[in-house]
């Protein structure tokens, strides 16, 4: 038997932040460009402007910057303020993990 949780952020009500937008920000740092990361993680490329836009707008900060394409094509790449979001998210990830699981061994025992 395991233990399972789910985090997410949320501003007004409104989902910014959980894992899957998490993998969609760690896809386009990996590929370079959101066509490609939306590819990876199986959304459409309409849905993760979607989902890049209302994070930028409800967090109040860039999270990636855009090259429009041309001859050598575009491009995306992860802000600093992004990079640094999901390092703390990975932390307040893990931190809850933690305390769940070790709230499930006191209630369940080893």
């Not at 990830?93 to 006191?106: F, H, L």
């Amino acid at each position: 038997m395991e233990v399972r949780s789910k985090l997410w952020i949320e501003v007004d009500g409104e989902p910014v932040f959980g894992r899957g937008r998490r993998m969609l920000l760690e896809a386009v740092e990996k590929h370079g460009s959101i066509s490609q990361a939306a590819r990876a993680i199986d959304v459409s490329y309409r849905r993760a402007w979607s989902y890049i836009n209302a994070m930028e707008e409800r967090l109040g900060i860039k999270l990636v910057r855009r090259r429009t394409g041309g001859k050598n094509g575009g491009g995306a790449a992860l802000t600093e303020e992004a990079i640094e979001f999901i390092e703390k998210y990975g932390a307040l990830e893990e931190g809850i993990r933690e305390s769940v699981d070790e709230r499930y061994r006191q209630v369940f025992g080893e």
